[in-house]
């Protein structure tokens, strides 16, 4: 069993920087990989980035690649979403997720989910 809370989320002007935070619990969190995932209003969940457990291997959605960086710290079970030169289209709620498959993009490849939070960026 793993649990994820996420935490980092709130209000940013258009071009402004949040970092999210998923902190995770469970002996086994260290041998899943991680992903970020984002849910707009009226809109499906999509893939936002994914980080291997071992050697950190990251993987970005074309729509936030340069502009957002995912990171983890296995000593303190957390995974990390920087996310720079934020657009009004970022706005959204922000999940974050547990995988045994390594490089996994599909909601259903991802086995634990956090409750998310949100993230809204002003124009």
């Known amino acids: 069993q793993v649990k994820l809370v996420e935490s980092g989320g709130g209000l940013v002007q258009a071009g402004g920087s949040l970092r999210l935070s998923c902190a995770a619990s469970g002996r086994t969190f260290r041998s899943y990989h991680m992903g970020w995932f984002r849910q707009a209003p009226g809109k499906e969940r999509e893939f936002v980035a994914s980080?291997?457990?071992?050697?950190?291997?990251?993987d970005y959605a074309d729509s936030v690649k340069g502009r957002f960086t995912i990171s983890r710290d296995n000593a303190k079970n957390t995974v990390y979403l920087q996310m720079n030169s934020l657009k009004p289209e970022d706005t959204a709620a922000y999940y974050c997720a547990a995988s045994q498959t390594f490089g996994a993009k599909s909601r259903a490849s991802y086995t634990y989910w956090g409750h998310g939070t949100q993230v809204t960026v002003s124009s």
């Open positions: 980080i291997n457990w071992s050697f950190g291997i990251t």
